[in-house]
């Protein structure tokens, strides 16, 4: 019978580990929150809901500019 190693075998997923953060956030903006409950403005804010495409606007700008602009198409016009 094999036994696994004691330690240093934790296995991370980082993917849970960010929900985990972000529902922490929420947790915490909820009990500052003076409301009974959070605006969905307020919890887009939370959980930086529009930052993620600000960054990829600004990708496709550098990009466009670099003269590599891809519109996603299929090239035919």
Request: glycine fraction near 14%; hydrophobic fraction near 40%.
């Amino acid at each position: 019978m094999r036994v696994a190693p004691g330690g240093g075998t934790a296995v991370q997923d980082h993917v849970a580990l960010a929900e985990i953060e972000l529902c922490g956030e929420l947790i915490i903006a909820a009990s500052a929150a003076g409301e009974e409950r959070l605006s969905l403005e307020s919890i887009d804010q939370v959980l930086r809901v529009g930052e993620e495409q600000a960054e990829e606007r600004a990708r496709e700008r550098d990009r466009a500019a670099r003269g590599g602009s891809w519109s996603g198409g299929s090239g035919a016009q």
